[in-house]
């Protein structure tokens, strides 16, 4: 399994902005895609954003307009700037370097990264 880990996180206030890093332990230039996952406390793992190996896009509505994914090839990396942060978006940030869509639905073959905390203040 790809191996990943996450840095960026933080502090921040609403409205303010951060940027999420995941680097990769191979090289992600042949992996079906990489994906930006959140989990809030008390709530289920959701998928925040996901990006394929074409650079094709997909986010959670509600992030859509304010978080932005991108990946670097080259560095094994994937980037997911936020923006416009809500308190809503507290939660800590996984990422996933094996994201593979089949049957309607996202499915993850990478490890799981420690993850990176984001609180976002009122």
């Known amino acids: 399994q790809v191996q990943s880990v996450e840095s960026g996180g933080g502090l921040v206030q609403a409205g303010g902005s951060l940027r999420l890093s995941c680097a990769a332990s191979a090289s992600i230039s042949s992996i079906n895609g990489m994906g930006w996952y959140r989990q809030a406390p008390g709530k289920q793992r959701e998928l925040v954003a996901v990006?394929?190996?074409?650079?094709?896009?997909k986010y959670a509505d509600s992030v859509r307009g304010r978080f932005t994914i991108s990946r670097d090839n080259a560095k094994n990396t994937v980037y997911l700037q936020m923006n416009r942060l809500k308190p809503e978006d507290t939660a800590v940030y996984y990422c996933n370097a094996d994201v593979r869509y089949s049957s309607g639905s996202y499915r993850t073959f990478g490890s799981w990264g420690q993850g990176t905390q984001v609180t976002v203040s009122s």
């Open positions: 990006i394929s190996s074409g650079g094709s896009v």
